[in-house]
């Protein structure tokens, strides 16, 4: 009997890789052959860089970078097992979680840092880069991050020297003449999963402003600054990127890698699947466990497990779903494909208490889940 | 697909009969025909009257009774769908929960309240009466339940006026002219799962005493006075119960009932099984699920799903447990039979909060059982 396990990570308890790894032993436990296919996937969010290195045996690299004040940290980011693609979440660089609530300013936050990682990337020699552009601070557009990878703005007084969003109507013209000349020899491959345009009211600016701390006034004079800016990029480089879906993504980093780096983006979890090669998997297998932390009815938009879903039910496969926490509307996801979904938890407990054992509770339910299976056969 | 659901009741939270349902709810919401038994069980302790009432059709009734400290009281006992056989719990009109802490005092407390609820039985014109004996608050041999069906106690001062363990070493004779009539002709099955003798180191006083209030002094005069009782009725009556296995039950109440009523008694969930037919009911079925509030470790001593699990093995069938609380090695009962285990939990949350909502969580966690087996096939 051959199982694909494919889940994503459970957020704050255990990496996807830890996930698999837990459902595999659960079964491998109980009696019998197991032909186990591990595959941790992710949705092109927090968990992507974690989940493609680990799924394709690559590493783990740190870098300092500066992060949305320009404050010197540790980012780390990936290069898959072909040793060519690079995988960065520019939240590891820019997020927001980097900052406190008091912090939040996306008047002056800046994508720098991760134009840092891309560098970083490009220094290790890859040619490939997927990046993954959920939870930024920013809505600068990709300035900083362009500036990092040697971009320079002009602006009436020579150069720009500032950052952030509240910057870019200063800009008056772009010299791209010092611009890493690797990045044009390099395919870069954006996760994105919204389709907002830069500008507007349905803009990066408009919808993620206030979440980044930005007030009604500061929203409308960021989300005029993207319209400037995205004049300038159209004048000086020909990119008519404004209305792109997912140019308005990470506060305008979409627009920034479409017209800095000539990116695609793709939606977050058919890279990361095809990345994982998870059809080739899927071929030849009887069942399908997937997971996440939190199985609810907001899990049918776009993120991992109902990726699982779509595709195993491309090769008619059933799938079973294990989380932590089963919230409302969870039963909604029987209707689109899964066959059955359990939680880990084993009895009345807190959430720190369930985090702290999440693990064993996991090989528990796996190996409960798979006794079924076997009763029922 | 015949299923059998014969689970016990959740404590503090679901009666078996609701477990039943909710489990067969869980499962009749699936798309596909179901023929299910629902056999609400228990173990002779605590639910066996509302789960021998629900199983067979019966009905509960209500009397007033004397608890322990001899202060009025409502009990409850049932009569089955029969009509002859009448079940009754000791703990109803005896049991140790009636007490506050400090009450505790086996030397006061008396199991009259037992014996009003045997003559409530034979005065609905039962012909059986079975017993449930555990949580007993009482040392007294029987004492006080055969005062209630009539027995007269004789002490040097004539009648014995007193009850409680502490007053059996005054008894020096016993008149049973004004015993109730119908006793003899009534068949009294005691449920009892321990083998304690009457007295000595393992009898009722020694190892169950300290639990109900007596101090190691109480404990020694308690046990003393459980002799002189038996040297009395072995004497007047020629019963010579003191040995027999299970005289020690419920604070010596087992020794009272053979002597007093001529009981049998037998493993509790046997009678059960027994009254509800389960072997019947699991000759033409497929799959059983059986459930308790908590399954561990323990669970292999005597508690339903245990004999659930050996009646359903003995017809070649897979069982699958849900449990509220999957407690401290519930998987050596995979061990033995268990084919799943499962918790109903579905995130984390206080006690409080699972008893609450227990009742929606094992409908749908039956569903998600049932929607693996389905999927297996």
Known sequence: MRIVIAPDSFKHSLPARTVCDAIARGIENLPGEWDIIKIPVADGGEGTVRALVDATGGAIYHQQVLDPLKREITAEFGILGDGKTAVIEMAAASGIELLKDEERNPWLTTSYGTGQLIRAALDKGCSRIIAGIGGSATNDAGLGMAMALGARFLSREGTLGEQGGGMLDQVSGIDLSELDPRIKNTEFIVACDVSNPLCGPKGASYVYGPQKGADPEMVRRLDSNLEVFAARLEAELGADIKDVPGAGAAGGLGAGLLAFCGAQLQAGFEIVARETHLDDALRNCDLVITGEGKLDAQTRYGKTPMGVVKHAKAFGLPVIAIGGTL?????????????????????????????????????RTAGSVMRTWMAAR
């Open 327 to 363: 919230g409302e509307g969870y039963q909604e996801l029987y209707e689109i494909g899964f066959d059955a979904i359990f939680s880990i938890l084993d009895k009345p407990m807190s959430l720190q208490e369930a985090l702290i054992t999440a693990e064993e509770m996991l090989v």
